[in-house]
């Protein structure tokens, strides 16, 4: 595609609920990242893949936190049993090198997520 | 472990008036830094980098930075802002060995006419 994609734009949940959240990195990146965004706090580091294998996971905040990338494309975000701190927008970036630190990150518009 | 300040949560500036946003950033070895803007529901995108070389660097929407090792910082300056570059600027740290990116907390730049 002609950019990073993610879906949904928008998620309301309620409180103890799961979520996934979908990242289409442009084609051909292997480099996957997921960020997460919350109100004055800047962007977090949340996970880097790299294919499909996910050598960089130390930002995931709890266990509640997943994710997975699957044939060097698509990743999914999951949370389970969401909590209202988890309210959030979840960035994703890809960029087309060996996740070397000076490829540029092309970023997605996000999934604003909302917990009730 | 690396940190990134940026001291200005907001700025505003007139339009036309020059531009300059601040980022301080603490890590012991050489840094890779970049300023991202993020307009109103839209993703991040790339305005400019530094990894070696020339210290002043130019970027995208007529932007520049430089880069001063004495000083920590890699302050970002435009000569004459318009009033679309009404946004949120983020600057960011990487290094070798190190994917991730670790973002400053942002400078929302607010161009009254």
Avoid at chain 1, 16 to 39: F, M, N
Wanted: with cysteine; hydrophobic share 30%.
């Amino acid at each position: 595609g002609a950019g990073v994609s993610q879906s949904p734009s928008n998620k309301v949940t309620e409180k103890g609920k799961d979520v996934e959240l979908r990242c289409d990195p442009i084609s051909g990146h292997t480099a996957l990242y997921w960020y997460r965004q919350s109100l004055g706090q800047g962007l977090e580091f949340l996970i880097y893949f790299q294919g499909n294998s996910a050598p960089d996971k130390s930002g995931l905040p709890s266990d509640r936190f997943s994710a997975e990338r699957t044939g060097g494309s698509v990743s999914t975000l999951t949370i389970q049993r969401t909590q209202q701190e988890d309210s959030a927008v979840y960035l994703c970036a890809s960029s087309g090198g060996a996740g070397r630190s000076t490829d540029t990150q092309y970023f997605g518009p996000g999934t604003r997520l909302t917990v009730l | 472990a690396q940190s990134v300040t940026q001291p200005d949560i907001h700025i505003t500036v007139s339009e036309g008036a020059s531009l300059e946003l601040r980022c301080n950033y603490s890590y012991g070895a050489t840094p890779y830094l970049f300023w991202y803007v993020q307009s109103p529901g839209q993703g991040l995108q790339l305005l400019l980098k530094y990894f070696s070389g020339d210290t002043l660097v130019q970027g995208i929407k007529g932007f520049e930075a430089e880069f001063k090792r004495s000083q920590s910082s890699f302050n970002l300056r435009k000569p004459s802002v318009h009033w679309s570059d009404a946004a949120e600027y983020f600057c960011a740290v990487g290094s070798t060995g190190f994917q991730k990116l670790v973002f400053g907390t942002g400078t929302r730049l607010l161009v009254s006419p």
